[in-house]
C-alpha cells in the first residue's frame, strides 16, 4: 500500500518446503522443517522521479509538472488534436496545426475566435463573413446584405427621400421631385425653380430666370427700363454720365422767343429772358450768342434787318438784366433756316424769332451791325 509516490508499506506471506529437518537446527527422524514465513515492512521507492505520476521520469518529462502523454514526452493535450496545450491557441478546443490548434469551422481562414460568421465562409477583411452584394460592407453589419449600399449608410444605399432618382446626397431638392439636379424647373430655363425669380417664365441665369428685354442683366420685372440697358444700382437704367461745364455751356439752347409783328415780342418773352440770366449767372465763363429770323414775308433784306432788330432786342434785354455786354454776341439770319412753313400763318408766326445758344469760345464782332 502507497503511502506517498515514497514510501508505503507491505506484508509479505510465503511457505517454505524442506526436504530435510536440520532449518531449525532440531533434528528428528519423523518430520521436515516445513514453515510459514510472514514479513511486515515499510517499503521505499528509489527508483526514477516522476513528479507528475504521468509514468514520464521526469528527466525525460518535458512538462514534469502536468501530468501528459508519452508521445508528446509527458506533456498534456487537453483538446486530443495533436497539438500539446504549451504550443496550442486553443488549448481547450480541437483545431488545425496551421492555426496554431484552433479551429477554422467554415474553412475560410479565419479561426473561429476571430470569426465573425464562424459557421459561413466570408473574407478576412470582413471579419470572415461574407459581402453578399460586393458593397465592401460585410453581411454581419450590412443592413442591405442584398443591396449594394455604402458604409456611412450601414450598407444600404444613399437614401432618395423624394424618389427623383437623385439620392439625397446629391439632391438640391431632397423633399421636392425633380429633373434638374433634383429640383423642379417649371419654366425649363435650366434654372431650379427654387433659385428662379420668375419660375413660370424662362430667362437667362444672370438675370436670375426672368425674362430680360434689354440684356443687361436686370430681370424685366425688376428693371426700371426694360428696354434699355442699364445697371443695377440705377435698378436697370443706363447711367447718364455726368456732363462737363463745357459740354453744357455748349450744349445750351434757350427756348424759341416768338414775336409779332417787328421787334414786338410774343408771350413769355420775359420768362424766357429770366431763365436765359439764370444760366448766364449759373456759369459765368459761358458767351451766348443771339441768332434772330423773320419769316418770309418781305424782301430779303428787309428780312434781314428784322433778324438782326430783333436779336439786338433780346441783347439789350440781357445786359439791361445784368449780363455783362462782353460775353454777348447777336446777329441776324434773315429768312434762313425756317422751322415751320412760311405758306401758313401758323408757320410764320414761329419763324419770326430769336434763339440763344451758349458757347465757351467769344465771338468777334466781323460786321458792321454786329456787336460783340
Not at 85 to 90: F, I, P, S, Y
Not at 135 to 141: C, M, P, R, Y
Not at 171 to 193: F, R, V
Amino acid at each position: 500500500y502507497n503511502i506517498s509516490d515514497v514510501f508505503g508499506l507491505f506484508v509479505h506471506t510465503q511457505y517454505g518446503l524442506y526436504s530435510g529437518d536440520d532449518y531449525d537446527g532440531n533434528v528428528t527422524d519423523d518430520s521436515n522443517d516445513n514453515h510459514l514465513i510472514t514479513e511486515i515492512g515499510i517499503g521505499f521507492n528509489l527508483g526514477k522521479k516522476d513528479m507528475d505520476g504521468d509514468k514520464v521520469a521526469d528527466s525525460k518529462d518535458a512538462c514534469p509538472e502536468t501530468p501528459g502523454l508519452k508521445e508528446y514526452d509527458g506533456c498534456p493535450d487537453s483538446d486530443l488534436d495533436g497539438i500539446i496545450d504549451g504550443e496550442d491557441d486553443c488549448p481547450q478546443v480541437a483545431g488545425l496545426a496551421q492555426y496554431n490548434g484552433c479551429p477554422d469551422t467554415d474553412g475560410d481562414g479565419v479561426i473561429d475566435g476571430d470569426d465573425a460568421c464562424p459557421e459561413i465562409a466570408g473574407d478576412a477583411m470582413y471579419a470572415g463573413c461574407p459581402d453578399t452584394d460586393g458593397d465592401g460592407v460585410g453581411d454581419n453589419v450590412d443592413e442591405c446584405p442584398e443591396e449594394s449600399g455604402v458604409s456611412r449608410y450601414n450598407g444600404c444605399p444613399i437614401p432618395d427621400t423624394d424618389g427623383d432618382g437623385f439620392d439625397d446626397e446629391n439632391d438640391n431638392c431632397i423633399n421636392t421631385k425633380g429633373d434638374l439636379q433634383g429640383c423642379p424647373d417649371g419654366d425649363g430655363d435650366g434654372i431650379a425653380d427654387k433659385d428662379d425669380a420668375c419660375p413660370d417664365e424662362a430667362g437667362p441665369a444672370d438675370a436670375k430666370g426672368c425674362p430680360d428685354a434689354d440684356g443687361d442683366g436686370i430681370g424685366d420685372k425688376f428693371d426700371k427700363c426694360p428696354d434699355e440697358a442699364g445697371i443695377p444700382e440705377l435698378d436697370g437704367c443706363p447711367k447718364v454720365r455726368k456732363p462737363t461745364t463745357e459740354e453744357i455751356i455748349n450744349g445750351y439752347a434757350s427756348p424759341m422767343i416768338l414775336f409779332e409783328r417787328g421787334t414786338i415780342p410774343a408771350e413769355g418773352y420775359d420768362d424766357h429772358i429770366s431763365s436765359i440770366v439764370e444760366f448766364a449767372n449759373a456759369y459765368p465763363d459761358a458767351y451766348l450768342n443771339i441768332g434772330g429770323y423773320s419769316d418770309s414775308m418781305g424782301s430779303e433784306s428787309s428780312n434781314m434787318r428784322m433778324s438782326t432788330r430783333r436779336a439786338k432786342k433780346v441783347y439789350n434785354s440781357l445786359v439791361k438784366a445784368g449780363i455783362d455786354p462782353e460775353r454777348l454776341y447777336y446777329e441776324g439770319h434773315g429768312e434762313a433756316n425756317p422751322i415751320a412753313d412760311n405758306a401758313t400763318a401758323e408757320g410764320r408766326r414761329l419763324n419770326r424769332r430769336a434763339i440763344v445758344t451758349g458757347s465757351t469760345v467769344k465771338r468777334v464782332v466781323e460786321k458792321k451791325g454786329k456787336k460783340g
